[in-house]
């Protein structure tokens, strides 16, 4: 059983540019979360994708989107890059939507903006 | 509302010594909680969950937390430490509700050094 993996494993972009970050989920999972750990910092939840429709979204700008594909892999895409928005970005994947469905967390990717 | 606090971002123990890392969190319905380790440049790997059932989890590597609702803590225990413990250690919360996305709410987490 492959895990959840993420790609590419560190990227660097300049402020204003557009970055787009992948997650291929564990097998059997419909349910994919981002979120986003600064340095230093405790992860937070960006959104969360299940059965390819966006089922939840922390408080974050609408400059960050998603998809998620039919076969539950999923996009993390970020526009109009920040200084702020480096960071550590986390993809997990479960079951399900509820808190009752455990969620398997990728390596992440490391994104520095210069 | 859900909201998670350590106490204590760094702590330091002695191989062999007792591990304690503290977590107290808020929440208005009953929560899931959950720790996790981090180990450097890596994603995050479950040590063991909460989920109503009973209040003493046992979860990997010798790892255990008691759930206590009176004083709405989860803390991290382990008899024993080894060198391998020493990561970034993360409390969260979650909740089970209609339309409930299961979103993890996290600590700002705990970095236990272990001394030889």
């Known amino acids: 059983e492959t895990g959840v993996t993420q790609s590419p494993t560190h990227l660097i972009k300049t402020r204003g540019q557009q970055v787009t970050l992948r997650c291929s989920s564990q097998s059997g999972h419909n349910t994919v979360s981002w979120y986003q750990q600064a340095l230093g910092q405790g992860p937070q939840f960006i959104f969360q994708?299940?059965?390819?429709?966006?089922?939840g979204r922390g408080n974050f700008p609408p400059r960050f989107s998603g998809l998620q594909f039919p076969n539950y892999s999923s996009e993390l895409n970020v526009n109009a890059l920040e200084l702020d928005d480096s960071a550590l970005y986390l993809c997990a994947s479960s079951y399900g939507q509820g808190g009752i469905y455990e969620q398997f967390f990728g390596p992440g990717t490391r994104l520095t903006v210069l | 509302a859900q909201s998670v606090t350590q106490l204590g971002s760094h702590v330091s123990v002695s191989e062999g010594a007792l591990v304690l890392l503290r977590c107290n969190y808020s929440s208005s319905v009953p929560p899931y909680l959950f720790w996790y380790v981090q180990y450097p440049n890596q994603g995050l790997q479950l040590l063991l969950k909460?989920?109503?059932?009973?209040?003493l989890v046992k979860g990997i590597n010798g790892f255990e937390a008691e759930f206590k609702k009176s004083e709405t803590s989860f803390h991290l225990t382990k008899p024993s430490a080894h060198m391998s413990d020493a990561a970034e250690y993360f409390c969260a919360v979650t909740s089970v509700g209609s339309g409930n996305t299961g979103k993890l709410i996290f600590g700002q987490g705990t970095t236990l050094q272990v001394k030889p």
């Open positions: 994708y299940y059965r390819e429709e966006e089922n």
């Open positions: 909460y989920t109503s059932a009973a209040t």
